[in-house]
């Protein structure tokens, strides 16, 4: 162990003393390569585009307005008074049965006849409302709704400042 210490001491010394000249100074000339400069940081977000697409608005730059009309509350109908949505009047004479009872000569039998006045069917179709039983709103023409387009409030033309980057883009 001692001679392979002593000869490393020799071969250092060796090495150090030949170290010399125009070689030496090509090795510490020799400086490192310069890292590879690392690729622009850019926004993950919004890809260096500074803004994104306005949540609220989904990037239209508008948003739908939409209230319920509340003559109809929002079935954009509105049910017959007449008959009362049902579409139909019950018959006055059988009220609505479609048979009366009539008695045979004083007899304590019950007969059931057929009401003549609406042949049987107990009513009448609704005239008022042709036997729909409702009408179409008047107020939102059936709709249901009213919606008006309003420019968004949150945004420019449905962006926003990217909230990652703070519009820096990196
Ligand atoms: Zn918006
Ligand atoms: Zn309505
Ligand atoms: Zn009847
Ligand atoms: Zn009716
Ligand atoms: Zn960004």
Avoid: W
Wanted: net charge positive.
């Amino acid at each position: 162990m001692k001679v392979a210490k002593l000869i490393c001491f020799c071969v250092s010394l060796l090495l150090f003393s030949s170290c010399r000249g125009p070689v030496t100074i090509t090795v510490r000339g020799e400086v490192p390569p310069p890292p590879p400069a690392p690729p622009p940081s850019v926004c993950h977000m919004c890809g260096g585009a500074r803004t994104v697409a306005c949540g609220v608005c989904k990037g239209r730059g508008s948003v739908e307005m939409v209230t319920y009309c509340s003559a109809c509350r929002g079935s954009g109908n509105v049910a017959c008074n007449q008959c009362g949505g049902r579409g139909s009047i019950a018959c006055a004479t059988c009220r609505g049965a479609g048979t009366i009872v009539e008695f045979d000569f004083g007899r304590k039998v019950n007969v059931k006849v057929q009401c003549r006045d609406c042949a049987g069917r107990g009513n009448f179709p609704c005239t008022t409302c042709r036997g729909s039983g409702h009408f179409t709103c008047r107020s939102c023409g059936g709709r249901g709704r009213f919606s008006q387009v309003a420019r968004c409030t949150h945004c420019g033309n449905g962006r926003v400042t990217c909230p990652q980057c703070r519009g820096t883009g990196r």
